[in-house]
């Protein structure tokens, strides 16, 4: 199947910017989402882009998308001790439906 | 709008025994739904699709006597894990969708514990 690929492990100080990268292998990827898991959580959907977009920005969040690349970032402005979670990326082809393909999440630890 | 809740959030059942999990669209009418698992560190990968009223169509290496899903209403799907094995135990999500919407909303996952 399609891949999904983030870096595992990010770790930023308070009041810094995060970036977390994803790349993707499905060309036919319509829309791109970040979704955000606290621990023992389920997922909260941060923001998506389209696939015909190159960069949305909402509030803190801006996400960027290298469509040539495959590319995705997700830039976190002024972290705050509780964006800390584990961040997926997740993509949606044409031939999937409404069903998505995730990666395995990148983890972002925020130290004061 | 848009929610999702799944029940139990945690459950610890015996080797060998089965277990439901469910999933409710609390305030729109779910036409189709997604069961996802998640082990520890890893990403959440589909198991299977269901659309309200047919059969639920699974992934490959997903076994479908041992996931019986049921999507009887436009509210309610429920994922029965049977004869469950330690190697079951793991996170499951679902998500849901109706016909107008174009994006599908996640529960709050169950974390299934089997000793």
């Known amino acids: 199947g399609e891949d999904v690929e983030q870096s595992l492990f990010l770790s930023v100080r308070e009041g810094d910017s995060s970036v977390i990268n994803c790349t993707y292998t499905?060309?036919?990827?319509?829309?791109l989402y970040w979704y955000k898991q606290e621990p023992g959580a389920g997922l909260q959907l941060l923001t998506y882009?389209?696939?015909?977009?190159d960069m949305k920005q909402d509030q803190r969040l801006t996400v960027l998308l290298n469509k040539k690349d495959k590319h995705l970032s997700l830039r976190i402005a002024d972290t705050q001790t509780g964006d800390s979670a584990i961040y997926f990326c997740?993509?949606?082809?044409?031939?999937?439906?409404?069903?998505?393909?995730f990666g395995k999440g990148t983890s972002l630890l925020v130290t004061p | 709008g848009a929610v999702v809740s799944q029940h139990p959030s945690w459950v610890i059942c015996k080797s060998g025994t089965s277990v439901k999990i469910e999933c409710r669209s609390l305030?729109?009418?779910?036409?189709?739904m997604f069961w996802y698992r998640q082990f520890p560190k890893q990403s959440l990968m589909l198991m299977a699709t269901?659309?309200?009223?047919?059969?639920?169509?699974?992934e490959q290496g997903v076994e479908k006597d041992k996931f019986l899903i049921n999507h009887a209403s436009l509210t309610l799907s429920t994922l029965t894990v049977t004869s469950a094995h330690p190697e079951d135990s793991s996170f499951y999500i679902c998500?849901?969708?109706?016909?107008?919407?174009?994006?599908?909303?996640f529960g709050q996952g169950t974390r299934l514990t089997v000793v």
């Open positions: 499905d060309s036919s990827s319509t829309y």
């Open positions: 997740a993509e949606r082809g044409t031939n999937s439906g409404y069903a998505l393909n």
């Open positions: 305030d729109f009418q779910a036409t189709t």
């Open positions: 998500s849901a969708k109706d016909r107008m919407n174009t994006e599908a909303f």
């Open positions: 269901s659309n309200e009223g047919s059969k639920a169509t699974y």
């Open positions: 882009i389209f696939s015909n977009m």
